[in-house]
């Protein structure tokens, strides 16, 4: 097969894991920087231009795209799907999971286990918002963040209409959501691919914190699912239209809940930590899927 990595950076762990395990498997791939594209949008023959270039013959893309790239890295993988491209993950499924409100909105339709949580435009509903995640403590979150970077634990009530009314001030959108207190500052990334969880790590926090990102200091290994964490993270994906996800679960009380579910996740923690050869599960998969064409979008809305 012909595949291209969209990806803006070579040189990162991912991106030349994939290309090396598309390599191995005696795949032509490259490595296209998707916002070095421009494109031809024309019915009768779509195409997608890189440097000058035509990208023609291409069987698959494998996009990788950055958080704050969502606008144009998905309208470059809607082309690739114009011209027939089979994507790894389609540009709707990618759209779907990056705002962080809806995906929690798709997957509770779904009935799957999320922890409580409240989303008000106005400031006037603090007080609201604070009682329908059950008061504090409670969990303040960035509708755009990534890393830990703007999630918040307010223990007390003060301290959550203090923070709420912060993140208001500056114009930015959050969640209101129900703190898990007995995940015990960790979490579990279920590396799904195909449908299947092919991967897991529990990620645990530095002491004292209660985030669980390793960019925070948290530390990560392998973990074996119940079989319950498992579904849920295969029907989260699914939910999502995500063929290859990153499903964050949290251990709670009432089972597991999800945090997010990422369309780009990282390879390196979750190689590192299990010792399994994730980017060849997804070659492998593509290879499976592509030749049978273009994926049906599976999720709505
Ligand atoms: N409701 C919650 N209860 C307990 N812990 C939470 C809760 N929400 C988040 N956390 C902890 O905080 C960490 C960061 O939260 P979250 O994953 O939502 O944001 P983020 O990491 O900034 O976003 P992204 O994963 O997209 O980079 C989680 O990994 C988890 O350990
Ligand atoms: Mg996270
Ligand atoms: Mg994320």
Redesign the pocket.
Same mark, same amino acid.
């Given at each position: 097969m012909k595949i291209a990595i969209l990806s803006r950076d070579g040189g990162l762990y991912s991106t030349r894991r994939l290309r090396d395990a598309a390599r191995e498997r005696g795949h032509e791939v490259r490595v296209v920087d998707y916002l070095r594209c421009y494109m031809d949008i024309t019915s009768h023959r779509p195409r997608v231009l890189f440097q000058g270039e035509d990208l023609v013959g291409i069987d698959a893309v494998i996009p990788r795209i950055g &958080?704050s790239q969502t606008f144009y890295g998905t309208a470059v993988v809607r082309q690739f799907e114009m011209m027939n491209v089979f994507p790894c993950n389609e540009s709707t499924a990618i759209s779907r999971s990056r705002d962080k409100l809806r995906c929690l909105q798709l997957l509770s339709r779904a009935g799957i286990g999320l922890?409580v949580t409240g989303f008000s435009n106005s400031a006037k509903d603090i007080g609201g918002l604070i009682d329908l995640v059950g008061g504090a403590p409670l969990?303040v979150?960035l509708l755009e963040?990534?890393? /830990?970077? /703007?999630?918040v634990l307010a223990e007390n009530r003060k301290a959550a209409e203090a923070v709420i009314e912060a993140f208001r001030g500056l114009k930015a959108d959050i969640l209101v959501?129900? @703190?898990?207190?007995e &995940?015990g /500052? &960790? +979490?579990l990334r279920c590396f799904v691919v195909g449908g299947r969880v092919v991967a897991a790590m529990l #990620?645990q /926090?530095a002491e004292g914190e @209660? #985030?669980? %990102?390793l960019h925070r200091g948290g530390q990560a290994a392998k973990v074996k699912l119940t079989p319950e964490e498992r579904s849920t993270a295969v029907r989260s994906a699914k939910e999502m239209g995500l063929n290859v996800a990153g499903v +964050?679960l949290?251990r709670s009380n009432h089972g597991p809940v999800v945090?997010?579910v %990422?369309s780009s996740p990282g390879l390196e923690g979750i190689e590192a930590a299990t010792g399994v050869d994730v980017a060849g599960k997804i070659i492998e998969y593509l290879e499976k899927a592509a030749p049978k064409g273009t994926a049906k979008d599976k999720a709505k809305g």
């Open positions: &958080a922890p969990v979150k963040g990534t890393q /830990g970077v /703007g999630v959501q129900e @703190f898990i207190k &995940a /500052g &960790a +979490d #990620r /926090g @209660f #985030r669980s %990102n +964050d949290l945090m997010e %990422n």
